[in-house]
């Protein structure tokens, strides 16, 4: 039975997104209500997986080699909060696009494409099942973060693509190498395999690849850029899904690349060790000094990806030193982190989905005092604000005291680290207190404090039914999650569950000394929010946005590098061919054909967006309103003459992108090869 479900689960949402779609063609709502439908059903499905499931399937033949999917204790929990996670924003869905008709036949078809999808990369039975639903995902997601089409919506969506698209390229050239090496990239052969082949260079720079790709997913420094961007412009329940669960795609791919192929490999713990690290510090800070409420939310996420990745290298670095103790409270620890957090941002964000529905402004200071007399939003806030601080007796305590626990017993157990591995503990410590100063500076300035304008104060104290019966039942019953999973009883059980180890029930989560490791971040936390952000982040009693604009790595390195650097090496070895007579003519004829083909694809692949646009996508048109509609084939091709703009703007930015990852990666392997 548990092999059928797990089938269902990735057939049925990717089969009800054409459904929703042909219900949405005739009658709009029917096409949101068809996918609330479907998302539930895929819950149900979820929930009896839960219970009922365990062992192997396959769809055979399928894409070659067919694609394969395993139950087991982590991935039947997982399926479970996804399919959740769905649930919940597609009925919050039902009002908070009550106001916004555009695009949403849209934002529906992909939801359910990507949930589907979502669901196969959990269920994966190996690196190559998890690449091809991973890739999928990255394309129908890319929608919701181009949803409202605004500027700044379109710049931050194809960032989001461009990382996507090089992930991609990168983490294929991981698997392929993996696969040449290893002879297999079936999880459950792939440790042994690899033990076998004793080609550890090869080995180790096909993890480094795989790290990458999935990385780029999971907003992992250097590759994070697209994430403070995306969420403050998509909709709040694609930005939950975004934060909750789609960058645990990327780290599932992570996880299971640490724990088959790089169990106990040193080199590749301390690489994800010191990724980790800088992604913890950078997310917290960020979000500590932003002044958009979904920016602090998206920079915090990075910031909880971070503590999942110290966890990550924890385990592998205790298994090469041959520690089971350490590793016992690592591996349950980041489990438990992944789905805390995603259960803490699917609260959180729908949360501030209200604020976005009701005045659709994100500054603090235009949201200040916005849910003073909100009870239901404000209690919800809180648990959720309460469960990713770590505060004793909600569920972001127990996963990173285990965290804290792996740390310091990789102190004790990894000689020749000790002394780094102090230093990662207190920077654990100051990251958790900088969590909970920002979520402190959050939850004060929208549910406490009063705003400066007096008028608009009054206006916010008068929208007292801020959201419907559904909406608050959703978010409500999200949040009180965050409080029901921080009960030892139930999260120690959870994770025995998902790690097979019985041991951690007997975990002593409120021991003197992880109380003592929890006061101390939350210590620092308050002393951050009161000697910083009240004192220097705060003026005149308004928020400021004291980040200096110049540190943005894709504006400093990224996009310098592509519309500069490049240009000029390819120029260089222009002037090398046409100093030659004899390569002259061979250049021409090259470059010719280069931007033939190149001028093809753009104008193939902006033909095909008009296209969808005018048939499948098309607007319908509003009865009692007469007005003459150009023909389809003349919008096409007005269109596609208007897509041949600057490449930042539009797809052909986006070949130029998979071109250079595609050289990237090749002469990356051509050193590794040839070394």
């Known amino acids: 039975m548990g092999n059928r479900i797990a089938i269902l689960l990735v057939t049925i949402p990717m089969a009800g997104a054409f459904a929703a779609c042909l219900a949405g063609r005739r009658r709009e709502r029917a096409g949101e209500l068809a996918a609330a439908a479907v998302s539930c059903l895929t819950l149900l499905l979820g929930i009896l997986l839960f219970f009922f499931g365990e062992g192997t399937c396959e769809i055979p033949v399928l894409l070659g080699a067919g694609l394969h999917f395993q139950v087991d204790g982590f991935r039947r929990v997982y399926a479970l909060v996804t399919a959740l996670m769905w649930a919940a924003t597609s009925l919050f869905s039902l009002e908070y696009f009550r106001e916004e008709r555009e695009h949403l036949l849209r934002y529906d078809f992909f939801l359910l494409l990507t949930l589907g999808a979502t669901e196969g990369v959990m269920l994966s039975a190996d690196l190559m099942t998890s690449f091809i639903f991973f890739e999928i995902l990255s394309f129908t997601s890319f929608t919701w973060v181009i949803h409202e089409q605004t500027a700044e919506a379109i710049r931050a969506g194809y960032t989001y693509l461009f990382i996507a698209v090089i992930g991609g390229?990168?983490?294929?050239?991981?698997?392929?190498?993996?696969?040449?090496?290893?002879?297999?990239?079936?999880f459950d052969d792939l440790r042994e395999a690899v033990e076998k082949a004793g080609s550890s260079r090869r080995v180790f720079a096909a993890a480094v690849l795989i790290l990458l790709g999935f990385g780029a997913k999971a907003g992992m420094f250097p590759l994070h850029v697209w994430l403070p961007k995306a969420h403050p412009v998509a909709p709040s329940p694609g930005s939950a899904l975004l934060s909750g669960i789609l960058t645990k795609v990327g780290i599932y791919g992570i996880l299971m690349t640490s724990l088959t192929a790089m169990a106990g490999v040193r080199s590749y713990g301390l690489l994800v060790l010191c990724l980790g690290v800088i992604t913890m510090v950078l997310g917290a800070v960020l979000a500590l000094f932003s002044v958009n409420l979904k920016r602090t939310l998206a920079c915090s996420s990075m910031s909880q990806i971070g503590f999942i990745l110290t966890g990550v290298a924890m385990h592998v670095l205790l298994g090469a030193y041959g520690s089971g103790e350490g590793a016992v409270t690592a591996l349950p620890g980041l489990m438990l982190h992944m789905v805390n957090h995603s259960v803490i941002k699917l609260a959180l964000f729908m949360a501030a989905g209200v604020v976005v529905m009701r005045i659709h402004e994100l500054d603090l200071n235009r949201i200040r005092g916005f849910g003073r007399n909100k009870h239901f939003l404000k209690i919800s806030f809180a648990l959720g604000a309460l469960g990713i601080s770590g505060v004793p007796l909600f569920n972001g305590y127990?996963?990173?005291?285990?965290?804290?626990?792996?740390?310091v017993e990789g102190i004790h157990e990894c000689p020749g680290l000790t002394v780094p591995l102090q230093v990662v503990e207190w920077v654990f410590l100051i990251s958790g207190g900088i969590t909970f100063a920002y979520m402190l500076k959050l939850f004060l300035c929208v549910f406490v404090e009063k705003n400066r304008d007096a008028a608009l104060q009054a206006r916010y104290d008068a929208d007292l039914p801020c959201m419907n019966v559904l909406s608050t039942a959703v978010i409500l019953g999200s949040a009180l999650l965050c409080a029901l999973l921080g009960q030892p009883f139930i999260t120690l059980r959870l994770a025995a569950v998902m790690t097979g180890e019985e041991e951690i029930v007997h975990f002593a989560a409120f021991s003197l000394t992880n109380l003592k490791g929890s006061g101390i971040s939350l210590g620092i936390g308050a002393l951050v929010y009161l000697l910083f952000v009240r004192r220097v982040l705060m003026r005149d009693q308004r928020y400021l946005d004291l980040w200096p604009k110049g540190l943005d790595l894709e504006n400093v390195v990224y996009r310098p590098v592509l519309t500069r650097v490049l240009p000029g090496v390819f120029g260089r070895i222009a002037r090398l061919f046409g100093e030659n007579l004899l390569l002259r003519p061979l250049a021409k004829g090259l470059l010719f054909c280069a931007a033939f083909l190149g001028r093809v694809l753009v104008t193939s692949m902006d033909a095909l967006v008009v296209f969808l646009n005018r048939t499948l996508f098309r607007p319908r048109r509003i009865k009692g309103i007469d007005?003459?509609?150009?023909?389809?084939?003349?919008?096409?091709?007005?269109?596609?003459?208007?897509?041949?703009r600057p490449l930042s703007q539009n797809l052909s930015f986006a070949l130029m992108m998979t071109c250079l990852g595609i050289l990237v990666v090749l002469g990356t392997l051509a050193a590794l090869l040839l070394r």
């Open 627 to 644: 007005e003459k509609h150009p023909g389809m084939w003349r919008v096409l091709r007005e269109e596609v003459t208007i897509g041949a």
């Open 398 to 407: 127990l996963s990173k005291t285990l965290l804290h626990e792996g740390i």
């Open 169 to 186: 390229l990168v983490l294929l050239m991981g698997l392929l190498l993996l696969q040449n090496s290893a002879g297999t990239l079936r």
